[in-house]
């Protein structure tokens, strides 16, 4: 397993050492993407708290539909695997909404911050 790097793991460190949420996923697959770090922190830097401060999607799944299009794009639109990650991950983590996966309104947490980040980027393909 030498050299292998678990993504999920390695973006929940990135998160737990000043990254938001979606720069740690962004970050986690600066190998593979062609841009930066500091790049890809930009790219991240207004999704940490979500979408809209927590008002819409979750900055951990905004990264992973964002890698997806930097890894697989060709010219032609890839909304299927756009929406085939969108409802991965809302099946792992229960929502796709910040607010809703915090449980802000509810104060019923879905998924907590660390598994939105490991479970996004384990979608990333």
Do not use: W
Not at 92 to 117: P, Y
Request: a neutral charge; one cysteine or more; aromatic letters at 4%.
């Amino acid at each position: 397993m030498s050299g292998i790097v678990d993504k999920g793991e390695l973006a929940v460190q990135l998160k737990h050492n000043g990254y938001n949420c979606s720069q740690a996923v962004l970050c986690a697959f600066v190998d593979e993407v062609g841009l930066s770090e500091a790049q890809l922190k930009q790219v991240g830097a207004c999704f940490g708290g979500g979408m809209g401060c927590m008002e819409g999607t979750c900055g951990a799944l905004v990264a992973a539909e964002i890698l997806t299009g930097l890894k697989k794009y060709a010219g032609r639109p890839i909304l299927g695997d756009a929406r085939a990650l969108h409802q991965a991950f809302t099946e792992k983590c229960g929502a796709s909404i910040c607010k809703e996966l915090k449980g802000r309104d509810t104060g019923k947490v879905l998924c907590e911050c660390d598994d939105c980040v490991r479970n996004a980027a384990n979608l990333v393909k």
